[in-house]
């Protein structure tokens, strides 16, 4: 069965510093991988997503991933925080059979950009 | 501009007054699904659909009920809503099947049932 873990639930950061949030995934195909935003009172909106190709991936407001099958790993970087960063990131695989496009979710990672 | 919309954003019911959840996208998508969000425990899908008239369940889909008359419609409809149901509800829109494809969501409707 697919499932996606995202470590640390909660991160804090310093304005300026490196942005590091963990996603490992369980799949038994090649897996379509995602990072989805949601900032307070809104809904999800895509970061950046791997579907197949080059395995760094790079997203909108400054984030990248890269998709590391030996680790199962889908980490999502940002070389330098904001505080406009400062939300819930959600980790996502997609079903590997069927036609129900459901995404697999992670428990999310609220991050919080401290000055 | 391309979008997913809810309404109502915000309710306070109270237990077994029947209620909808409107959801409708301009992207002309044939999928569509929505999800509740509670602390803990992430985004779990209610109901899916793949196009008109056709509907399935989710994950949890107890309590729920849905159609799918129009393409750019998808009601979310609690006959007799339960204090257990109070939870952060998106809907959801994404072109035709394709593993990696976007999906959109709109911007949520907070439910208290009371």
């Known amino acids: 069965a697919q499932s996606v873990t995202q470590l640390g639930s909660h991160v804090s950061v310093s304005e300026g510093a490196l942005v590091l949030l963990r996603c490992n995934y369980s799949?038994?195909?090649?897996?379509?991988l995602f990072w989805y935003v949601q900032y307070p009172n809104q809904g999800l909106q895509l970061l950046l997503k791997y579907t197949t190709g080059a395995t760094l991936v790079k997203g909108i407001n400054g984030f990248e991933a890269e998709f590391k099958k030996s680790e199962t790993s889908f980490h999502l970087t940002k070389p330098s925080a904001h505080m406009s960063d400062a939300a819930e990131y959600f980790c996502a695989v997609t079903l590997s059979a069927g036609n129900n496009r459901k995404l697999i979710w992670g428990l999310g990672t609220s991050l919080a950009v401290n000055p | 501009e391309a979008q997913v919309t809810q309404n109502p954003r915000y309710l306070i019911t109270v237990t077994g007054k029947k209620l909808t959840v409107t959801c409708s996208q301009n992207m002309n998508h044939e999928y569509m699904s929505w999800y509740r969000q509670d602390p803990g425990l992430g985004l779990r899908q209610i109901y899916y659909s793949m196009n008109v008239e056709v509907t399935d369940k989710g994950d949890v889909p107890e309590g729920y009920k849905v159609s799918r008359k129009e393409k750019r419609n998808f009601p979310l409809i609690l006959e007799s809503p339960s204090p257990n149901q109070t939870s952060l509800y998106f809907c959801?829109?994404?072109?035709?099947?394709?593993?990696?494809?976007?999906?959109?969501f709109g911007e949520g409707s907070w439910l208290t049932v009371v």
């Open positions: 959801a829109s994404s072109p035709r099947p394709g593993l990696g494809n976007t999906i959109y």
């Open positions: 799949s038994s195909v090649p897996p379509y």
